[in-house]
């Protein structure tokens, strides 16, 4: 009957990861979030991966979980694997995930901005401090956090129903 | 794991009053949602999208994977298995549901809407199942909101809402054939599909048609035993289509188009046994813009009816026009607004030259969350609807004591609902709640006009609504990963019983020119009681769910039998008990169920004016499903409902109960 555990199960197929660190649950969450993203087409989504040198391992394991396209709701998650020196190529890309020191940096996100790019972290204190658009944590439940100040000059907007449905600051 | 929710969370309190609920129906995509957000959505509880642990009302949530899984062929036989509902099957096709009360003939007090349009037929106050335009394999879920929900939904949300959402191809192409055959000649074909022609196109349809014998009926009342020898074959058919079409991202519009032809044994609402035959059509269009001054909707729906009942025939229409707008003040802060403009006209009925009659009505609401922390949150709403009733002429002054001028009537009422939300550091949530809701007068209850020769039947157009107040506090927790409590308790009144025609003439002449038996308000009644549900899954593919309903009823009624033919503190079941054990393995699926409802003494009218009641013993309901999946789109299902019933179960004082079985071939792309 609940077809909603499924997420759940996904994530237990993937390798537990420290904590705080983006797992592939929380991947699907950013996915299907992407899906309520006004002005996207279609059904493919590439996402930035930014990450430091400190987390260029997780960045690693992420982009293998998206290899050949991560399947998250509607959507079909592409990683691009972009350094945290090299934020100002993210053009093109539908989100950027942060890892982190590149969860909070004012230059990454200013680059993402300026470029139109949706941040998202699961570091909470990166949407709480304004330098990431979207904050989201997928255990042990769903939460979502959007920053609309930070999503405003991102030019990022979200379907109503959605935006209905998260936490907003 | 059956699924019911009790309760809000405070962070979408602050969101939670934005959409109607025709609106959100229409645009959210709940299968794309319930999977982001690990849960069902709704729009049910307050208006606005909602994940379902978050909602500020006691709610239950059937999904369509839920449904799938019952052994029941209607809406009415769904809702039974769960807490809090009460149910009688009058007949074949005529399930009757309400929640916390007895579920009494052609129950007044559920308001049901099928994507946000009232299927409750305004016109004698009730909803006839059966005749709803929907297809089982068409639902994307069903919601039900206890407890009265007049300031959002407006008169006759009473004891609750059962809002029905049909899938949307918006959101995903999608096709279904249905062919079922059973015992009792019992027949089914459904029909449903959409498709998203282009980016901003999007169309869908369905088409059903049943059949089957009607129970046999109850031997003691001789009006059932004359109307099933008059005839005893149920069968229905209807269709819907509808289309969506978007502008942009922020603005979209959408119609509907319905029909349904049913025919069918039911019990009317004085318990009077009958045989009707219902020809229905609907029409409705929305507008969705979200702006710079909040997201706009504007609605509208017209429903036409022809009604032959077994003492005439009605034809009645309702047009409805509303528009509203949410607005977010701040993150903790939101309003919304909402007008409604209601028609409402019927023709003289039953004797046809008594003067056509009908009412306006105009209806202003608005609703403030706030949300003091995270912890504590606050929802009010209230609704102010006037309503002016008119006739075109008078009635037959032979007949009647009721001139025109009698006709022209003000009804000005106020709901509210009001809930404060907790959070407390030990777990679960807590929800108080305040409501008022307003059941409004009938077509029948002020306009009808039967004359027979030495005495006639009679609205009342002086008839007061009935007014239903209730309180409740509910709790729900996570006792584990898997296991989930729901519990409430719950305290309600209503006054002024619109209790129907009175058994005996209550007018004689010189006041009328002949004796008259008169609608109209009938006492006072309050129910009190407490619900509790456990579900949970377990390892190797098994689900279970449990729940409990005590419920205490007190009538303050004019003299039953002589004045009422209403006995809600007889009919109500004191105990209802459910239980379910599922299993899903491979390409099986089995499921079984029981249902335990108490002993009742419920009134029966064997002929007009002959009230009586009958003591109807406790009943235990036993349900079974297997279901085996040929392909990935080709199943095969055996459904055996009541199976322990036989021939015949006293579950009612109009038909008994019978065991059926069916088979069905399901295709699904």
Not at chain 2, 80 to 84: D, L, N, T
């Given at each position: 009957m609940r077809k909603f555990i499924l997420p759940a199960l996904a994530g237990l197929l993937f390798t537990t990861p420290a904590m705080a660190e983006t797992t592939q649950r929380d991947l699907e969450v950013i996915g299907r979030a992407l899906s309520f993203v006004e002005g996207a087409s279609g059904s493919d989504r590439t996402v930035a991966i930014v990450y430091d040198a400190a987390s260029e391992a997780e960045a690693q394991a992420l982009a293998s979980a998206m290899a050949g396209g991560l399947s998250a709701g509607r959507v079909t998650l592409n990683a691009r694997l972009v350094p945290m020196a090299d934020s100002g190529s993210l053009g093109g890309a539908d989100a950027a995930v942060l890892l982190g020191a590149a969860a909070g940096d004012g230059g990454v996100f200013s680059a993402a901005s300026s470029a139109g790019v949706m941040t998202v972290s699961t570091d909470m204190s990166c949407v709480e401090s304004a330098q990431c658009v979207m904050g989201v944590q997928s255990a042990p439940s769903v939460r979502i956090v959007v920053n609309r100040g930070a999503a405003d000059s991102s030019s990022v907007s979200f379907a109503a129903a959605f935006a209905m449905m998260i936490e907003e600051i | 794991m059956k699924t019911q929710f009790l309760t809000t969370s405070i962070s979408v309190l602050a969101l939670?009053?934005?959409?109607s609920a025709t609106s959100a129906a229409q645009t959210l995509d709940y299968t794309a949602m319930s999977d982001l957000f690990g849960e069902p959505v709704t729009a049910g509880a307050t208006g606005a999208p909602q994940r379902a642990s978050d909602v500020p009302a006691t709610m239950i949530i059937i999904t369509q994977d839920d449904i799938e899984?019952?052994?029941?062929?209607d809406i009415p036989g769904v809702l039974?298995?769960?807490?809090?509902v009460n149910f009688n099957r009058y007949a074949f096709g005529d399930g009757q549901v309400s929640i916390r009360g007895a579920a009494t003939p052609y129950t007044p007090r559920l308001l049901v809407l099928v994507n946000g349009r009232e299927v409750y037929l305004d016109s004698y106050g009730y909803t006839a199942w059966s005749s709803l335009p929907v297809e089982m394999a068409d639902i994307q879920q069903i919601e039900v909101v206890k407890g009265p929900q007049s300031a959002l939904y407006g008169f006759n949300a009473v004891a609750g809402v059962v809002n029905i959402i049909t899938r949307n191809p918006a959101h995903g192409d999608y096709a279904t054939a249905r062919a079922e055959i059973g015992t009792d000649e019992y027949s089914n074909v459904s029909l449903s599909g959409g498709r998203q022609f282009t980016e901003n196109f999007s169309a869908r349809f369905s088409y059903g048609t049943q059949e089957g014998n009607e129970f046999a009926p109850y031997a003691p009342n001789a009006q059932a035993v004359g109307i099933a020898a008059a005839g005893n074959q149920f069968s229905r058919e209807n269709a819907a289509i509808a289309a969506t079409f978007r502008f942009n991202d922020k603005v979209s519009m959408n119609a509907e188009v319905t029909t349904s032809d049913v025919t069918l044994a039911e019990t009317g609402s004085i318990y009077l046994a009958g045989g009707t035959e219902y020809d229905l059509n609907s029409y409705q269009a929305g507008l969705e813009a979200d702006t710079d001054f909040g997201f706009l909707t504007f609605f509208a729906s017209r429903n036409e009816s022809e009604i032959a009942y077994n003492f005439g025939s009605m034809e009645s229409s309702i047009t409805v026009f509303r528009v509203q707008d949410l607005i977010n003040l701040s993150p903790n802060d939101t309003i919304r607004f909402s007008v409604e403009y209601r028609d409402a006209e019927a023709g003289s009925f039953p004797d046809a030259t008594d003067g056509d009659f009908g009412y306006t009505s105009s209806a202003l609401s608005a609703m403030w969350s706030h949300k003091f922390s995270n912890e504590l949150g606050m929802t009010l709403a209230l609704r102010y609807d006037s309503v002016e009733w008119s006739r075109d002429a008078s009635p037959n002054p032979g007949g009647y004591p009721f001139v025109q001028a009698d006709y022209d009537r003000s009804i000005e009422e106020l709901s509210y609902n009001a809930a404060m939300v907790w959070r407390p550091e030990a777990g679960g949530t807590v929800r108080f709640s305040a409501a008022r809701g307003v059941q409004a007068p009938t077509m029948f209850d002020v306009g009808f006009t039967l004359f027979f020769g030495t005495a006639s039947v009679s609205g009342d157009p002086s008839i007061e609504p009935s007014v239903v107040t209730n309180y409740e506090i509910a709790y729900d927790r996570d006792?584990?990963?898997d296991i989930t409590l729901r519990a409430a308790v719950f305290h309600q009144e209503t006054t002024d019983v619109k209790g129907g025609t009175s058994v005996i003439p209550v007018v004689f002449p010189p006041t009328s020119p002949v004796p008259v038996y008169l609608f109209g308000n009938h006492g006072d009644t309050q129910v009190s009681g407490a619900e509790f549900a456990l579900a949970g899954d377990m390892e190797h593919g098994w689900n279970w769910d449990v729940s409990y309903t005590y419920q205490s009823v007190e009538d303050d009624l004019l003299t039953f039998g002589v004045f009422t033919p209403q006995d809600y503190e007889g009919a109500t079941p004191t105990h209802l008990v459910n239980a379910h054990l599922g299993w899903t393995g491979g390409r099986f699926t089995v499921d079984g169920y029981v249902n335990y409802v108490s002993s009742v003494d419920m009134p029966m009218q064997p002929a007009f004016g002959a009230v009586t009641s009958e003591a109807i013993d406790s009943q235990v309901a036993l349900s079974l499903r297997g279901q085996y999946d040929l392909t990935d789109w080709l199943s095969v299902a055996l459904n055996a409902q009541n199976v322990n019933f036989g021939d015949g179960e006293v579950t009612n004082t109009n038909h008994l109960n019978e065991s059926r079985v069916w088979a069905s071939l399901t295709s699904s792309f």
């Open positions: - | 939670s009053v934005a959409f899984r019952f052994p029941e062929y039974r298995h769960f807490a809090g006792l584990t990963a």
